[in-house]
DNA sequence: CTTACATATGAACACCTATTCATATGTAAG
DNA sequence: CTTACATATGAATAGGTGTTCATATGTAAG
């Protein structure tokens, strides 16, 4: 494994490959706009599912299918209330990052690109 | 008047459409595990594709391929030394977001941290 | 020039996934 | 009980995507 030494504050780079997937498995569940628009609505405090749908203008059918696969990542959980279901995030760690990412997005833009691809 | 925050500045969970779709986009290129690791590769440092393909165990097809898609996300930028071209970071913000992600999966075990936040 | 290496590109294929529709389950109220 | 509402689930489908293979482009050296 030659692997370059690390360089500076950086984490060393270095991510075995069940933390990648792992990982993946996270990015690629966010990767979806309604479903990351579910997450964030959840940002705010635990969401039934109505109102998520209603919301977002999504079916709640729609809904549910989305959660039904950030629940089994774990990533959100379901609270029952009556006849409503609310949904929260499952863990402060998973609200740190989701709240990072947002808030990073959210900053004015840092620097202009460089230049790239150029089509004869 | 925004949600009450539960543990830091949260953001007040709402986010633009063109927004949620752009942090989507980014998420959806993190969510194979090649890029990832392609990208991850790239935190310790500029590497060549060859030596991408090699340390990942990926045809230098497909990493071309993948390279393609996260330089055309601004992702990644490349830098021709030679008969080589060496993949980057595009930003200190992306490797600083990058960095935060992988950094919180290496941390130990995450548990759930419940916390009352809104009740209706 | 030719040769060898490094990267990029296009096509084809198999696989996966987001969405819609119809239907089922569960729950509170009349 | 029945009715009405809230959520879940299964099937079907259209569109997307990762990978491989073959080939092209670009670059340094002999």
Partial sequence: MPKSASLHALPAAALSDDKAIELADMFRLLGDPSRLRIVIETLGGPQS??????????????????????RA??????????????????????????ADMVAHVQEPEHEAAHEEDAAP
Same sequence: chains 1, 2.
């Fill in 73 to 98: 990542a774990r990533l959100l959980s379901p609270e029952r209330r009556g006849k409503q279901i609310f949904y929260r995030l499952h863990d402060a760690h998973i609200a740190h990052v989701i």
């Fill in 49 to 70: 599912v109505g109102d998520i749908a209603a919301n977002l203008g999504l079916s709640p059918s729609l809904v549910s299918h989305h959660l039904r696969l950030l």
